[in-house]
């Protein structure tokens, strides 16, 4: 069983919709979770990180993290076309926090 | 700024041929990152650099992967005696630690292999 486990799509949505991103992991040490954002040929990019559990908002983009659950989201509001790109989640361990495991993406195509 | 470079972008080798991919990491990023990114799988971690030393390697795959930093800056990944499987994007990444706060990875844009 892989630490991250992430659908890999494709997601295609029509411009403006709201985008749901999710993650679930096995390893219930992970504290620190990471959405980051790949264009194409590009590395990735961060986006939006939190700490433990919670919801965190920046802009068009909503974190949130269940740890009972072990499972993580992004939400993307009012999706634009320059959204369109390989979205990943990671995560780490606060005893080993240089370690990140990463999921394998998720690809998502906003159509104007 | 410049951010983290990497050379070659792209690199088609032979099946044996050995490789070196190279990592210029954003100034004064004590920490460096190895990943490799194969298709529909996610960046895999290969090795940690803080400064010169590795603590943590566990990630290379074989003993045919080894890495080195010098200078506390540039990085190289060699990889001997290539295999197909070995086909993927290599990724770089640098950032400051910040004494167990988190902290954000820059990456570089890849050097894309291809063994024949």
């Known amino acids: 069983q892989k630490e991250v486990e992430q659908d890999p799509g494709p997601l295609s949505v029509p411009e403006g919709a709201i985008v749901s991103l999710n993650c679930t992991y096995s390893?219930?040490?992970?504290?620190?979770f990471m959405w980051y954002r790949q264009y194409s040929r590009k590395g990735p990019e961060l986006l939006m990180y939190t700490y433990s559990s919670g919801n965190k908002e920046d802009g068009r983009f909503t974190a949130q993290v269940d740890k009972s659950s072990k499972y993580i989201s992004l939400f993307i509001r009012d999706s634009q076309p320059s959204d369109s790109a390989t979205y990943l989640c990671a995560m780490s361990a606060i005893e080993n926090f240089n370690k990140f495991y990463f999921g394998s993406g998720t690809k998502l195509n906003v159509k104007p | 700024g410049a951010g983290v470079s990497q050379s070659p972008s792209n690199k088609v080798t032979e099946k044996g041929k050995d490789v070196e991919l190279r990592c210029d990491p954003i100034s004064g990023h004590t920490a460096l990152y190895w990943y490799r990114q194969s298709l529909g799988q996610g960046l895999e971690f290969l090795i940690y650099?803080?400064?010169?030393?590795?603590?943590?390697k566990s990630g290379l795959p074989s003993d045919r992967f080894s890495a080195e930093r010098t200078g506390g800056s540039v990085s190289t990944l060699t990889i001997q005696r290539t295999q197909q499987e070995d086909s993927a994007v290599y990724l770089c990444?640098?950032?400051?630690?910040?004494?167990?706060?988190?902290?954000?990875?820059?990456f570089g844009p890849g050097t894309r292999l291809t063994v024949t």
């Open positions: 390893n219930s040490a992970f504290q620190y």
């Open positions: 650099f803080q400064g010169n030393s590795a603590p943590d």
């Open positions: 990444a640098s950032t400051i630690p910040n004494g167990g706060a988190l902290y954000e990875q820059y």
